[in-house]
């Protein structure tokens, strides 16, 4: 056990030494990450008027800022980015075979790496994350149950799974097919709409939000983040958090289904 630790450990020092080779470019997007933040502000209160009174769907105004917001901050905490480029390339390209040639499980390998730069990207998004929620405490409301941040870090890191092998498994179809990024942009589409990165899934007929439930994309930044506003609880809760265990479940089997199937068809020709 201590030796597969300290060797996961020296994969996820090499990717947080990666993530600094070019901190600008690093240090940039991390920043720029809360932009979108500032014009959804802008647009959600020109939508509900000077006063700002209004409720749509249930949510005030001050409680719509306070789902951005904490959506904004889920979204970096466990949006894989570019990881099913990387795999795709490595796959296409090759490099695998020197991987596969390693004491690495390969699923492993990339998990490490995707944790390490999701914390160093979240670590340096936080002093603005922090900023921005200072700007916005009149509409900041904390959980008043302090079991409520339990259950939205056990519902976060279920989100990191399903969105990691989501992501992983999209990579793998590179076995059989030369590009990906097709399938990339729009599976990225259906995703940015019912993760509910757009809106609150609240505001969709219930017809659609009850179908919608039973799909994994609102289990990627909706749910966690009504956990955290306490606008989910008791059986609802439960229920919730069982259909998202089921997803990462379902995920992982997938992406190691297709890793199985994969390397078994997989061909490397040269030195």
Not at 42 to 51: C, K
Request: proline share 4%.
């Amino acid at each position: 056990m201590s030796a597969t630790l300290a060797k996961y450990s020296k994969v996820f020092a090499v990717g947080a030494q990666n993530t600094f080779v070019y901190r600008w470019n690093f240090v940039l997007r991390s920043v720029f990450g809360i932009v979108p933040l500032i014009g959804t502000i802008f647009l959600w209160r020109a939508m509900y008027g000077s006063t700002g009174g209004t409720t749509l769907s249930g949510y005030t105004y001050s409680s719509l800022i306070l789902y951005f917001a904490m959506t904004v901050f889920v979204e970096n905490l466990v949006t894989p980015t570019e990881d099913e480029w990387q795999i795709a390339g490595e796959i296409r390209d090759g490099k695998i075979s020197f991987l596969l040639l390693k004491p690495l499980n390969y699923i492993a390998y990339r998990f490490t790496l995707y944790a390490s730069y999701r914390l160093l990207y979240t670590a340096v998004l936080l002093p603005g994350v922090a900023l921005i929620f200072f700007l916005l405490r009149d509409h900041i409301t904390l959980p008043a149950h302090a079991a409520t941040w339990l259950w939205f870090a056990v519902s976060t890191g279920l989100a990191a799974v399903i969105q990691f092998f989501i992501a992983y498994s999209i990579a793998m179809l590179a076995f059989w097919i030369l590009e990906i990024s097709t399938i990339v942009f729009i599976v990225f589409s259906i995703e940015y709409f019912l993760s509910g990165h757009a809106f609150p899934l609240d505001m969709l007929p219930p017809w659609i939000a009850g179908i919608v439930k039973w799909s994994p994309f609102p289990y990627e930044l909706y749910f966690p983040v009504k956990v955290f506003m306490e606008r989910v609880t008791g059986a609802a809760l439960a229920q919730g958090l069982a259909i998202q265990a089921c997803w990462a479940v379902l995920m992982w089997l997938l992406g190691v289904g297709l890793w199985r199937r994969g390397i078994r068809r997989y061909q490397a020709v040269g030195g």
